[in-house]
């Protein structure tokens, strides 16, 4: 547990390199999962940053010194990849939050869908769907 921590920490490193679309916002979602909202930006931008995402990933060394509490290096390579679902919401100027919320919950849906459907076809790529309302 203690490495798979040191790893997400490692992890948001590579995110913060990734990204460089202007108003970014970065979560941790779940486990090992995050999600990022990239705002005004169209599918195929998406994908690019997507993709880039996922090829640093994959060739990063995770723990490659030490780590925790002087723990010694794993180098990590080609362990931790990142299998990565896009889709893109265009949000119409809605005031009404009872109107706003399912449509961010179905959203939500499809790119978790889009990310499994990533790990189904083997994982370490990038899956993008559109949103379907």
């Known amino acids: 547990h203690l490495a798979g921590s040191a790893v997400l920490a490692e992890y948001g490193d590579v995110l913060r390199e990734a990204v460089t679309h202007p108003g970014a916002t970065m979560v941790r979602y779940g486990g090992d999962e995050f999600a990022l909202l990239f705002p005004k930006c169209s599918q195929s931008q ?3 940053i997507a993709e880039v995402i996922r090829a640093q990933t994959e060739k ?3 723990l490659a010194g030490p780590w925790g509490s002087g723990q010694p290096p ?4 080609k362990w931790i990849t ?4 896009v889709c893109t919401l265009t949000m119409k100027d809605h005031s ?12 939500l849906s499809q790119v978790d869908k889009a ?10 790529r990038v899956v993008s769907v559109a949103f379907v309302e």
């Open 82 to 85: 990142a299998s990565v679902g």
């Open 115 to 124: 990310m499994y459907e990533a790990k189904a076809k083997g994982k370490n």
């Open 74 to 77: 794993l180098h990590l390579s």
């Open 60 to 62: 990063r060394i995770f």
């Open 96 to 107: 009404d939050k009872q109107l706003i919320d399912p449509l961010l919950m179905k959203f």
């Open 46 to 48: 998406g994908e690019k």
